[in-house]
């Protein structure tokens, strides 16, 4: 296809599927923001035509049917508003600051705030604030932001980053995917990525300087493979990988509706749910109820913590919405200052800090709330309480304790409400190591592998130089898993797994072959998730954990699972 010698790179997958096409180089020139007479009016009108134009753009998408793009654009134009950058504007010009030194102070003091959130999708929020920030400055310096929407030839996009209002404008007819130096596979960007089916690789150093605009690129967003100026062998290999990726989706449909087992171990799968549009996509894809209804979405965005009525509300619906359990997590938004109305004080390693269930007895009122509004949901539904960022038998029977509390209050005033399948998030190792002794505590174990393997493997997520260190089917990490599927079995309790290595064919054959009862993963995984389990061969499930478990790295697990017969 090419004359020029191919370039192989690599990247983070974000988004599968593979995109084949000329490359259209996106680097943004500098912007340099003036000097103003009334810096603090300047800035009020920037950051209100900011809003205006992101709040014309979700609308374009919800009209559009990009619900997930509209979401993220409806979140960032409220947050050009939010008094929280507008105080931090002011304080730092109250400093003396000229406006642009003002705006990078607010952008990096809020940018650590919401990166140190126990969430890798609420972390990764991060990324608004930089994308506001940087569309403020362009809004004074009076320099265009590029329109990535007038696209007319099908193109792989290749940038040092692109914000989610550049992804939300992408046309997949004309955008084949795209490449990116910045950026992780729970980005914003990613997420729109996977809603809108292009492929997607992000973390790719060195992209930008390698690609020249219209140089031929072939990309995997299901293994991070990049070939720049591929010759016709590669694009015949990437042909064939199109084909196979198309008839796996093929296959996945016939599952939907369906339920699944590893030989005589039914697995069930549910969904990722943050957001009433996500449980509509769940409902959609047929999903066997939801496994981790993350309810962080419901207290960013706003000046106070959501009411008892609202949550209600809303836990009521995702309910109603499945026969099958839906676990609601309550609010896990630990870090420095992560909204507003909570007054946490600043931590010099925030992901080691108060965080998750910590968090509760200094914010008591908001958690009693949420109990509340939970309680009352699970009253003629299949409602289950999950608590996050437990570390100790103690803080259990603390939490549970507390729970009890509020139920005989909610007696006491007569309220209609139901005690739930009170359950934790296993991500911290001290619970993995003495599982036997935390189950008698809980009615579930949901392992969160996104944290189990930073705290595993000591490398911070947010990272992208420590990719190479976030694998969670390393050994090491599976160890704790199947020592935590051990204890449930043996206390007769349910274990599932949450994390993204729930979504990875790989991870979900060995997590069910260890005996993992549900896999919960993003909506438009779940039947794919189903065709990886039937696809499993029952007869050698046990030889292929006691494989993986016996690895001496990553990849040495992940070669075993992939092929449990050739390590017997």
Not at 65 to 89: F, I, N, T, Y
């Amino acid at each position: 296809m090419s004359e020029s010698p191919e370039i192989r790179l690599g990247g983070s997958p974000a988004s599968a599927g593979i995109a084949v096409g000329p490359a259209i180089v996106i680097d943004p020139q500098a912007v340099v923001v003036p000097d103003l007479a009334d810096p603090a009016a300047a800035f009020a009108t920037a950051s209100a035509a900011v809003s205006e134009q992101l709040g014309a753009m979700c609308e374009t998408a919800r009209t559009s049917g990009r619900s997930e793009a509209a979401d993220v654009l409806e979140a960032q134009a409220l947050m050009a508003q939010d008094p929280m950058l507008a105080d931090a504007v002011a304080a730092a010009l109250d400093t003396g600051a000229g406006l642009d030194a003002a705006l990078q102070q607010a952008r990096q003091q809020i940018e650590e705030l919401f990166a140190a959130i126990d969430d890798p999708y609420i972390a990764a929020r991060a990324q608004d604030v930089v994308e506001v920030t940087n569309r403020i400055r362009h809004q004074l310096a009076g320099v265009d932001v590029p329109d990535l929407g007038q696209i007319d030839v099908p193109s792989v996009l290749v940038a040092r980053e692109l914000t989610a209002a550049d992804t939300a404008a992408l046309d997949s007819e004309t955008v084949l995917g795209f490449v990116t130096e910045a950026g992780g596979p729970t980005s914003h960007v990613a997420i729109i990525a996977r809603s809108l089916g292009v492929a997607a690789v992000v973390g790719a150093a060195g992209i930008v300087e390698r690609t020249q605009a219209g140089d031929p690129i072939a990309i995997d967003g299901a293994t991070g493979d990049i070939v720049v100026c591929p010759t016709d062998a590669t694009v015949d290999d990437f042909a064939s990988r199109r084909e196979a990726f198309e008839a796996a989706v093929a296959a996945a449909d016939r599952f939907r509706g369906i339920s699944v087992a590893l030989g005589e171990h039914p697995v069930q799968v549910p969904a990722n749910v943050g957001s009433r549009d996500d449980v509509e996509r769940a409902v959609a894809a047929a999903s066997e109820g939801i496994g981790l209804l993350r309810t962080e979405f419901l207290f960013l965005d706003r000046s106070d913590a959501p009411g008892e009525e609202e949550q209600f509300d809303f836990y009521s619906f995702a309910g109603s919405s499945f026969s099958d359990p839906v676990v609601i997590r309550t609010f896990d938004i630990g870090g420095d200052k992560p909204a507003p109305y909570l007054n946490i004080a600043e931590e010099e390693n925030p992901f080691l800090g108060v965080r998750g269930a910590r968090l509760y007895s200094q914010f008591p009122e908001v958690f009693e709330t949420q109990v509340r509004a939970i309680l009352r949901a699970a009253v003629d539904t299949q409602v289950w309480l999950m608590l996050p960022m437990v570390s100790t038998v103690t803080e259990i029977r603390a939490l549970r304790d507390r729970i009890t509390e509020i139920s005989a209050g909610l007696t006491a005033r007569g309220t209609r409400h139901d005690m739930p399948p009170i359950g934790i998030m296993v991500e911290v190792p001290s619970v993995a190591l003495v599982a036997d002794a935390v189950a008698p505590h809980v009615d579930f174990f949901s392992i969160g592998t996104n944290d189990l393997t930073q705290y595993v493997m000591a490398a911070d997520r947010t990272n992208t130089g420590l990719d190479d260190l976030q694998d969670p089917l390393h050994p090491a990490v599976l160890a704790l898993c199947e020592r935590t599927v051990a204890a449930a079995k043996r206390h007769g309790i349910s274990v599932s797994v949450c994390g993204l290595a729930a979504a990875d064919p790989l991870g979900a054959a060995v997590f069910a072959a260890m005996g993992v009862d549900k896999l919960s993963v993003s909506p438009r995984t779940v039947n794919i998730v189903k065709a990886a389990i039937a696809a499993t061969d029952a007869w050698t499930a046990e030889v292929m954990v006691r494989a993986a478990l016996a690895a001496a790295t990553a990849d040495e697990a992940r070669s075993v699972i992939a092929d449990p017969a050739g390590s017997s």
